[in-house]
């Protein structure tokens, strides 16, 4: 089945600085790449999604990028304010699976 | 509601003992998942559930873990003879997909099993 591999596991940036979450999977049919973000004590939630037919997608301050030959997808959170902390979770899927395969999770922490 | 709803929110049980936590989904959404998340860890996918087919059961460490889903809504999962291992958070999460996973998952806040 699908491996998925998130580093790091923390992250603490100043405000204002940039974020980058890193992901890998294994299963090269993989074709759908969520990140959901966890703040403490509530439930994870959406916040962005890529499909393998495009390398690149934004919305406002967080981008993710698929490199499908490396079979590696990265989160990227620009202007960081305190709010941002969060754990943030990667995960990829197959079409036509029943399964979403998440990493560990990368503990982000923006210093005020 | 407007969200998936799971209880309880927390159970603290003796080892030995039998639990069952229970979830609501959003009300038509056909897919049904239940994952636990251990302390440090990712979420682990233990079984699925979509519309009347037979579910997804992959994911269930052990047979002392069984769900069930009645009706195409309420969702209860079961462990028996709960092992301090068992100790997790449980998420519920609903989707309105009906085959296929290719759309987002709404997650309950999750039921904090904790075994003495």
């Known amino acids: 089945g699908e491996n998925v591999e998130q580093h790091p596991s923390t992250l603490s940036v100043q405000e204002g600085d940039s974020a980058v979450i890193k992901c890998t999977y294994s299963?090269?049919?993989?074709?759908?790449f969520p990140w959901y973000k966890q703040e403490l004590g509530k439930r994870p939630q959406l916040i962005i999604d890529?499909?393998?037919?495009?390398g690149e997608k934004k919305d406002q301050r967080i981008a993710v990028t698929l490199n499908k030959t490396a079979k590696h997808f990265s989160l990227h959170i620009t202007e960081t304010q305190p709010e941002d902390s969060a754990v943030y979770f990667c995960a990829a899927s197959t079409a036509g699976a029943n399964n979403l395969f998440f990493g560990t999770g990368t503990r982000l922490t923006v210093i005020p | 509601g407007a969200g998936v709803s799971q209880s309880p929110s927390n159970k603290v049980t003796e080892k030995g003992k039998d639990v069952e936590l229970r979830c609501d989904p959003i009300s038509g959404h056909t897919a049904l998942y239940w994952y636990r998340q251990s302390l440090g860890q990712g979420l682990e996918f233990l079984i699925y559930f979509q519309g009347n087919s037979a579910p997804d059961k992959s994911g269930l460490p052990s047979d002392r873990f069984s769900a069930e889903r009645t009706g195409g809504s309420v969702s209860t999962l079961t462990i028996q003879r709960t092992q301090q291992e068992d100790s997790a958070v449980y998420l519920c999460a609903s989707s309105p997909r009906t085959s296929g996973f290719t759309g987002e998952l709404f997650f309950g806040e999750g039921s904090r099993l904790t075994v003495l």
């Open positions: 299963d090269s049919a993989s074709n759908y």
């Open positions: 890529i499909r393998s037919n495009v």
